[in-house]
């Protein structure tokens, strides 16, 4: 199955619906690196599919870098994490850079 034509073509709608992500990831990152508002839940959910769809298409980093941003972003929301919003850009950035890489 995962050397299929129809996998590689599930494949590139996959890196395609990825890159436009990257677009909104990009506003948030620049947002929380500027002091503006971004809606943390709503990041969360981003990365969260990213997270176990980069992993399926075999897009290991992809999936461990969303995987990093996501667990960060949910203990800022459990309280159990002070907000910290440059070290979650950076974490969100490198989740950006990872579907650069995928897209080369």
Do not use: C
């Amino acid at each position: 199955m995962f050397d299929s034509a129809e996998f590689a073509a599930l494949r590139e709608e996959y890196l395609q619906g990825a890159r436009e992500r990257a677009g909104r990831l990009r506003e948030a990152v620049a947002a929380l690196r500027e002091g503006g508002h971004v809606d943390l839940r709503q990041l969360r959910q981003e990365v969260h599919k990213l997270r176990g769809s980069g992993g399926f298409y075999g897009f290991r980093a992809l999936s461990a870098a969303a995987a990093a941003a996501e667990d960060a972003l949910l203990m800022v929301l459990d309280g159990e994490q002070k907000r910290d919003d440059h070290a979650l850009a950076d974490l969100v950035a490198r989740v950006v850079a990872e579907i650069e890489a995928a897209t080369l």
